[in-house]
Nanobody
Framework: QVQLVESGGGLVQTGDSLRLSCAVS???????MGWFRQAPGKEREFVAA????????YYADSVKGRFTISSDNAKNTLYLQMISLKPEDTAVYYC??????????????????WGQGTLVTVPS
């Protein structure tokens, strides 16, 4: 069983930066680790993912060039560095773990462990 705990969300202004963290404990092996977000009234959407074995990085088009996913394996922590934040980035951000290669890494249904989420608010 893996436990994921996000932190780092908050209220920021347009153009500001934030770094989200996800502390991983329990089962630490995953094929992919990802960040998803869910805005009010919208479906959960893919933000970024990292292949735990090869280190490949994947991003949604909406965040490419502004968000960076990274990991510190020694600290069992996943990060999401966000710059140039926009009002449309407002959402609850979730860290997720995918322990198999089955299914598409952008599909939240293929992830088997989730954190509780951390809220990022960028007022318009």
């Amino acid at each position: 069983q893996v436990q994921l705990v996000e932190s780092g969300g908050g209220l920021v202004q347009t153009g500001d930066s934030l770094r989200l963290s996800c502390a991983v404990s329990g089962r630490t092996f995953s094929v992919y680790m990802g960040w998803f977000r869910q805005a009010p009234g919208k479906e959960r959407e893919f933000v970024a993912a990292i292949s735990w074995i090869g280190g490949s990085l994947y991003y949604a088009d909406s965040v490419k060039g502004r968000f960076t996913i990274s990991s510190d394996n020694a600290k069992n922590t996943l990060y999401l560095q966000m710059i140039s934040l926009k009002p449309e980035d407002t959402a609850v951000y979730y860290c997720a773990s995918k322990r198999t290669s089955d299914g598409y890494y952008r599909d939240f249904n293929t992830y088997d462990a989730w954190g509780q989420g951390t809220l990022v608010t960028v007022p318009s």
